[in-house]
């Protein structure tokens, strides 16, 4: 039986997932991804496809992977998304198949607890405080008994905790085979069980980690896979980028400074000068960093030639080399000691690292990157990335033979996400992934949207360029809704400073004494704001969560939990950006519109996103409040509407308390509206 006839099979009505899942239905959109994956699979190339919420993709791509007899490699956005395939998606679907599949998953170094880091730990010379003692502790007593390592086991420990970067180790700091603990070392025994794996599940920084740094055994995951699926795919872009920039702080540089001070103090005493070398190299350092003691810290310096814009040339360029200078200085007499005492390679060739990095700052920006740097109150940050990933993904999928200028690829490459562009050909995604000879498929969602939700775009809120009395109108806007729903609602903000004002707003008017929870992205970790969230109303008391950023994707609270998602103004890319500068005037140097073939693509995926966080199940209803008269007034607000799910819209203020009068009463907003109710430009029409 051939794999479309397998997947065909299992997708059908009476057919295997639907004997082995309970709450298994068949839906045309997910069979037809599914096949279109088979036949990929079958013939080799690319395909991408966007699938809207409630498609069900994870399927759609796992059974014909899993069906295929191929070694599989699935990444995806975040460790979480990871988890969740490898606990419980995969897990369901070897069996519900019958197929005798090793699954693995692997992550970074900073997941798995180090042995030896741990260790380290009661050994420091620096006084550690009590609480931090007591968490190490918990960690000692979970690590005897821990098969995986995986500080993700360990209840109530954060990820970016200051404990778990005492216990875990970075490429920098690890000792290699000469680590006492190398046979029970946790990331090797990851490593080992992905390579022998059918099926591995890693994350997009991983993946990149796979591609570019050709880290020991990880490299050889990506080209032993048959077929490599990129789930979230829409984050690719912005991962690899950081994979492929180069990062160098003045922080950095001080913690090597400090780490060299301990290990030859250690390990090569009295071998040399070491006092006058490291002080060379901090005085250098300290003299440098002084370039940016007259600039705000925050600011982002766009830096076109030899130095940042705002510092002088003359400064920077003495301050770059007599650095570099010091730290060439240290490593020639590193590299003669490490000679005898071999504890010191490590350290040296993480000097070496830092050392070129430096030297490709002092280089001409190339034309197809962008350079800047940040200032902080006590660092500086020297930055530049790609533009795009185009160049690395080609390189890697397409790898070209001297005789063969235009290969194909020989495995199956499937790129999948909710949200991949606004047109037919998903440009937005296949330019900046360099997948323009990609298959393209587009799969709607399933739900009925016109049925199920609406669209306020207010008629009198002020424009966003009054930031005061925008937010205040926003938080207004809000506290109405979440009063009349008694919660359920969730408020986006493109900036932290109208996250800061519109969450104290909201706050002050639901003090302690009204039944009403307000939780504000920062004042707490995002797990535990998403757990409260999610349990709805609790004691009595309804809940507001007022967040940016990472909370615009990937949160997913079904159900009645949530009913009001309110979006403070359009998600365009902030101008002012390094990156959307350079962006731009590529944009301009190829004859494009940036506006209309940069930003405002980036506007309506990013609006998209956050409107995906409403309607998550065929039975939630709510409403989607977007606070930017734009979306009415402006010419292109009609693509920014199209890009959105096909949403019954509204725009008076009768119309807005009546869809929450139905909420409120429990039947979907949708409304039968008087036509002299109705906007000038007939906002009672279903969109598309």
Known sequence: MSLHDQVAAA??????????????????????????????????????????????????????????????????????????????????????????????????????????????????????????????????????????????????L??????????????????????AHWEQCHVNTARAQALQADVCVVNHHLFFADMEVRDSGVAQLLPTAGVVVIDEAHQLNETGIQFAGWVLGTRQLQSYIKDVLADVTLHARGLADWMQLLGQLEHALNEWRAVGAGIAPGSRLRWLGAAPEGVSDKAW???????GQSLRALLLVLA?????????????????RLLSQLASFAQPVPDDAVRWLEVTRLHLRLMESPLTIAHLMRAHMQPQEADDPAP????????????????????????????????????????????????YVPEDIPEPAQQVAHSAAVAQLAGDGAAALGGRTLVLTTTLKALGAIGQQLQQRFGLLEPMDVLVQGQGPKHVLMERFRAGTLHGRGCILVASSTFWEGVDIPGDALQLVVIDKLPFPPPDDPLVEARSRQMEMLGRSPFADYMLPEACMALKQG?????????????LVVADARLRTKAYGKRLVAALPPMQRIGTQEAWQQALLQLVQGSAPVLSIPASTRNEDDTSKDLG
């Not at 954060?158 to 680590?179: P, R």
């Not at 360029?317 to 650095?323: F, K, Y």
């Not at 409107?611 to 409403?623: C, K, M, S, V």
């Open 11 to 156: 997708f059908a009505q009476d057919g295997w997932l639907s004997r082995a899942e309970p709450h298994f239905r068949p839906r045309a959109g997910q069979t037809e991804m599914a096949m279109a994956v088979a036949q990929t699979i079958e013939d080799g190339g690319v395909l991408v496809v966007e699938a809207g919420t409630g498609v069900g993709k994870t399927f759609s791509y796992l059974v014909p992977a899993l069906l295929s007899g191929q070694r599989v490699l699935v990444s995806t956005a975040t460790k979480a998304l990871q988890d969740q395939l490898y606990l419980r998606d995969l897990p369901r679907l070897v069996q519900a198949l019958g197929l005798p599949l090793r699954v693995a998953r692997l992550k970074g170094r900073s997941s798995y607890v180090c042995l030896h880091r741990l260790g380290l730990v009661h050994q420091s010379k620096v006084p550690l405080d009590p609480q931090v003692l007591r968490a190490v502790a918990r960690v000692q007593d979970w690590s005897r008994g821990t098969r995986s390592g995986d500080l993700a086991e360990l209840p109530g």
């Open 158 to 179: 954060a990820e970016n905790s200051t404990v778990a970067a005492l216990v875990t180790s970075t490429k920098d700091n690890c000792v290699g085979s000469s680590c």
């Open 317 to 323: 360029r003495g301050g770059l080399h007599a650095v």
């Open 336 to 352: 003669k000691v490490a000679e005898t005492a071999h504890a010191l390679v490590a350290l040296y060739e993480r000097g070496a």
């Open 408 to 455: 194909q690829p020989s495995k199956a490459w499937v790129f999948t996400s909710a949200t991949l562009g606004d047109d037919e050909d998903l440009r937005w995604f296949t330019e900046t992934c360099g997948l323009r000879q990609a298959q393209v498929l587009r799969v709607d969602s399933p739900f009925d949207y016109a049925s199920q939700a609406v669209l």
């Open 611 to 623: 409107a995906g966080r409403l309607i998550r199940r065929e039975t939630d209803q709510g409403i």
